[in-house]
């Protein structure tokens, strides 16, 4: 104890300063406060007023020693503990409250887990950063965080089972989490009502046309369909996004007519066959109308996500950087989790690169009339930073900035602010991101399992690859799990220049993520 005084103020709390009434107890038995000086102390501490501190110091120390003789070098450390604690200090009853709920939150999180985040994510919905980093915390943890479902999602984060393949390649269910109908930009509470309350009079929908012959189209109207498409609500019914986005009219006009046929008592010819096949098997058909969807390919990656981010203000389905993500750490020397430590102490000199994608930009002509400068906000798979652009790496990578593809910039971190500092970045050189692996990749493996390798794929592959020649060797990685791996190097005529479209086509013709470039 530092005083003998203190001991039966702090031996509950083995001599540590724990609350408030701590501080109040021993700034009256040793150094002489009424209780009113004593609830001053309390005040000034609880607002951080360092002026007001600074002369309660002095009163403290000095009536310690007079009181109590307690030697005024300890009485001065006693104070500065005391400080201390005053940066992060409660009264009783509030920390008995706060130990009650990190006892009660840890234990969610423990046993709890996939609810607990979803929880968490359903209280911060609104906040586009703290939902980016939550749902990379997620998927650390192993969690998946999925697109809306119009057959299970509610207004807010939810948790349900989909059939899964564990390690041994067994099914299982495995509980995910679904984003919130009340997270899509453009569908508001009526909607969603709508669409909650008819999946609870029928049974799940089955396609869009379904959809759309069940709900309340005066409520759930053509902006709304087209917002559900993007954010991948509709995914479920089997159908790519480009399909169900060029059918949204078709699908919404069907159902506007079935609904005005069963209000006048009619019925179509296509539903009564419907309805009769339905009697006769038990199965339940998806719509009453013959349902047409056009024969196209699926959205490209890159259209497909930036009209997801549109619906929903987040990546779920795949990120721009997700391409990148065997790369990161031989292209980029941060990200928006680790550069804080660059701007600390020396590091702020050091000149660091950060890969990410621009979610937002703001120009600002310069002052001199000369030239413009820009604010840019970066988001990687993290979190976003800001990102200053000063004329002259503005006028270099402004083409870069404004490509809406993931790009690498260079610069210096550094701590904007005084009371409470903010991590900056002030950019020296931008690329696109494409540009620097291209540049540093000198070999791509082709990491293939062997059910997958037919003739007509690698007849196709063949075309792929000669549509797209350069220097970049290529090699194909024929795996037959848990048996064999087999490496072939394919000819010179073969070596290939990558770019995005190549791996993606690619990828989409191995039905996966086969391509590895180093």
């Known amino acids: 104890y530092p005083h003998p005084v203190c001991e039966p103020i702090l031996k509950n709390t083995y001599g540590v300063i724990v609350y408030q009434e701590q501080v109040m107890q021993i700034a009256v038995e040793l150094s002489g406060f009424t209780m009113g000086g004593a609830d001053k102390l309390r005040k000034a501490m609880g607002k951080k007023k360092a002026d007001v501190m600074e002369m309660l110091g002095k009163q403290f120390i000095d009536g310690a020693f007079d009181k109590n003789g307690m030697d005024k070098q300890k009485a001065h450390d006693l104070f500065e503990n005391i400080k201390k604690f005053a940066g992060y200090a409660f009264n009783k009853s ?3 409250a706060y130990a009650l709920i990190s006892y009660q939150t840890a234990f969610l999180k423990k046993y709890y887990e996939v609810e607990f985040m979803a929880a968490l994510l359903s209280t911060e919905m609104k906040q586009q950063e703290v939902v980016v980093q939550y ?15 119009v057959n299970q999602s509610v207004n807010d984060f939810n948790v349900v089972f989909r059939e899964r393949t564990d390690d041994n390649g067994n099914k299982i269910q495995k509980k995910v989490i679904l984003f919130g109908l009340g997270a899509i930009k453009g569908v508001g509470a009526a909607a969603i009502d709508s669409i909650i309350e008819t999946r609870a009079e029928h049974e799940n929908f089955g396609s ?26 509709f995914d479920e019914f089997g159908k790519t996004r480009s399909q169900l986005f060029a059918v949204v009219d078709k699908a919404l006009e069907a159902g506007q007519r079935t609904q005005k046929d069963l209000q006048s008592g009619q019925t ?3 539903g009564a066959f419907a309805a009769a096949e339905e009697e006769k098997t038990g199965v339940t058909a998806s719509s009453t109308v013959d349902e047409f969807y056009p024969d196209e390919e699926e959205w490209a990656e890159k259209v497909r996500l930036k009209l997801e981010k549109e619906a929903l203000g987040f990546y779920i389905s795949g990120h721009p950087l997700h391409r990148y993500m065997d790369d990161l750490g031989r292209l980029a020397s941060v990200n928006t989790a680790t550069i804080e430590t660059a701007a600390q102490g020396r590091g702020r000199f050091d000149t660091i690169s950060i890969a990410g994608i621009v979610s ?3 120009e600002r002509p310069l002052k001199s009339g000369n030239g413009r400068m820009a604010f840019v906000q970066l988001e990687d798979l993290h979190g976003s930073i800001e990102i200053l652009v000063f004329s002259k790496a503005f006028a270099q990578g402004e083409l870069q900035l404004k ?5 690498l910039i260079r610069g210096s971190a550094m701590l904007d602010g005084d009371d409470n500092p903010v991590v900056k970045i002030r950019a020296k050189e931008i ?6 692996r291209n540049e540093r990749t000198t070999r791509m493996d082709l990491e293939i399992n062997l059910d997958k390798l037919t003739t007509e794929r690698l007849t196709k592959l063949k075309t792929l690859l000669s549509a797209n020649r350069g220097p970049v060797e290529t090699r194909l990685k024929i795996t037959d799990p848990g048996l064999s791996e087999t490496i072939v190097q394919l000819p010179d005529s073969l070596r290939i220049q990558p770019n995005d479209e190549l791996l993606n086509r690619v990828d989409r013709l191995f039905e996966g993520r086969v391509v590895k470039l180093s």
């Open 94 to 96: 509030h920390s008995a």
């Open 135 to 149: 749902i990379q915390s997620a998927r650390e943890h192993g969690i998946e965080v999925l697109s809306p479902d």
């Open 208 to 233: 869009i046309y379904g959809f759309c012959e069940k709900v309340d189209t005066r409520k759930v109207n053509r902006k709304v369909l087209e917002a559900l498409v993007k954010s991948g609500a």
């Open 268 to 270: 179509s010819l296509f």
């Open 360 to 362: 937002g930009l703001r």
């Open 403 to 407: 490509r809406g593809e993931p790009v």
């Open 431 to 436: 690329f696109l991101l494409s540009d620097v």
